[in-house]
């Protein structure tokens, strides 16, 4: 179950009368998607891993975490799956073997889910001054795109996105590796007029949370997950 940390009555009513336990509470990035795509740096290579690749890595790596699906399998071929992707230090590309077990030292890697074809948002709420300013900055990026103006996409409309799962890093390298690979899936939604905004969802504690590029306005961290133990015993 998930509900909001604001939602005391939902809470009490979850944790004391149905015995469910807080899990976690994870914070959601949201990067909108802008007309103009992020350059990436020439030294770093981001290399798309196959499903029964991208399978035994996650499973080496999230194995023993506290919530990992048991069929990732079925997770990643399936259709709305848009890929697995590693980002990389060029220079160490020649000494990986994606068909070992060894991984680079220095590495991130993440996969993109399509929610276009199932999900369908729409701000509400927002005031008309809003709404007649954020445009302007689709007008102005349009007109001088080398100026790299952070325009905002019509999310007043019903729109779609792309989720970010399986987000890991590692090494020295591993921040700067994650931000680039951030930023590829943004060119990737960028290709794609349904998809307005890009989403992670990680723990709070997560480092990779602070390499994830986002707009804080349009984040959060309220959610709380609630889970109960039904096997018996």
């Known amino acids: 179950m998930a509900t909001e940390c604001s939602n005391k009555p939902s809470l009490n009513l979850f944790t004391k009368k149905c015995n469910y336990a807080k899990f976690r509470n994870p914070a959601v990035l949201v990067q909108p998607v802008h007309l103009h795509s992020k350059p990436l740096p020439s030294d770093i290579m981001i290399v798309r891993i196959p499903p029964q690749l991208a399978e035994i890595v996650y499973r080496n790596i999230f194995s023993t975490s506290e919530f990992f699906p048991k069929d990732v399998d079925r997770l990643l071929s399936n259709k709305l799956s848009l890929g697995t992707f590693m980002a990389l230090p060029k220079k160490s590309l ?53 100026l790299k103006i952070p325009s905002f996409p019509n999310v007043f409309e019903n729109f779609g996105y792309y989720f970010l799962y399986g987000l890991y890093m590692q090494g020295k390298d591993g921040s700067r590796l994650m931000r680039n690979l951030c930023k590829f899936a943004h060119n990737m939604a960028r290709n794609d007029a349904d998809c307005r905004v890009v989403v992670a969802e990680v723990g709070q504690t997560d480092p990779v949370r602070y390499a994830i590029p986002h707009w804080k306005r349009f984040s959060w961290d309220e959610d709380v997950w609630l889970h109960k133990e039904t096997r018996s015993r």
């Not at 680079?104 to 007649?132: C, H, N």
Request: glycine letters at 2%.
């Open 94 to 146: 020649s000494k990986w073997n994606p068909m070992t077990s060894q991984l680079p030292d220095s590495f991130a890697m993440l996969s993109i889910w399509d929610t276009t074809e199932v999900y369908r948002l729409q701000v509400k709420g927002v005031s008309v001054i809003t709404t007649r300013r954020l445009p302007r900055t689709r007008v102005l990026d349009a007109m001088v795109p080398w």
